[in-house]
């Protein structure tokens, strides 16, 4: 079983700063990419930024320029830094994996469980 762990969220100021995790744990044989994706009140779920495993990124043009998606692959972790953050940011933000399990013949996509993000003006 695969497990995705993400801390961090909260309530900040516009301007403010959050920097969120995500750790993954259980039978891992490898991870291709991480990352986040944003989900606000009325609208589906959308990419924010993801990273490979040799740490390629690709980020939501909202975003650019404030957010830093990276990784620590010995700890099978990933984390967003959310720099200058604005109101219209605020969503539940969703960690995502590509894991191949142990004892697995394929990829498999992976969520978190989600962690609220809150930006007041």
């Known amino acids: 079983q695969v497990q995705l762990v993400e801390s961090g969220g909260g309530l900040v100021p516009a301007g403010g700063s959050l920097r969120l995790s995500c750790v993954a744990s259980?039978?891992?044989?490898?991870?291709?990419?991480m990352g986040w994706y944003r989900q606000a009140p009325g609208k589906e779920r959308a990419l924010v930024g993801l990273?490979?495993?040799?740490?390629?990124?690709n980020y939501e043009d909202a975003v650019k320029g404030r957010f830093t998606v990276s990784r620590d692959n010995g700890k099978n972790t990933t984390y967003l830094q959310m720099n200058f953050l604005r109101p219209e940011d605020t969503a539940v933000y969703y960690c995502?994996?590509?894991?191949?399990?142990?004892?697995?013949?394929?990829?498999?996509?992976?969520w978190g469980q989600g962690t609220q993000v809150t930006v007041s003006s």
């Open positions: 259980g039978s891992i044989f490898r991870m291709n990419y």
């Open positions: 995502y994996a590509q894991i191949w399990p142990n004892l697995s013949t394929m990829w498999a996509g992976y």
């Open positions: 990273i490979s495993s040799t740490g390629s990124t």
